[in-house]
């Protein structure tokens, strides 16, 4: 089966589609990540085995997490590892998500 392109929803730059990160942004944007008060973000996987990590850029802490909501292009973001390995980062619409497990919500920090 051949996937549909598919276009970062903040760049707009075409990526490959992947049907389980159906609007995701491309890793050029995940990179313009800030926090409410536009402080730049820096993501990794926490190992080999996975697991997300993150910090102010800048900073020499590196801070567990399961997910992040932060802001890209003052969207409202939310950066989680992939099921496979790496990173993504999907918009989110602005509701209540206190019910998702470990999030950090740096959109105010």
Known sequence: MILPDHHCPGCGAAQKAFPRYPWHFCQGCLRLAR???GQALDFA???LGGGLIWRI?????WQDATRVLCLIH???VL?????????VAEPV?????????GL???RKA
């Open 45 to 47: 996987n926490a190992s």
């Open 57 to 61: 850029s800048g900073q020499e802490d």
């Open 79 to 87: 950066v989680h590892e992939a099921r496979f390995g790496g990173l």
């Open 35 to 37: 926090t409410g008060k």
């Open 74 to 76: 003052d969207r409202p």
């Open 104 to 106: 950090v919500d740096l």
């Open 93 to 101: 619409p602005e509701l209540p998500l206190t019910h998702l497990h």
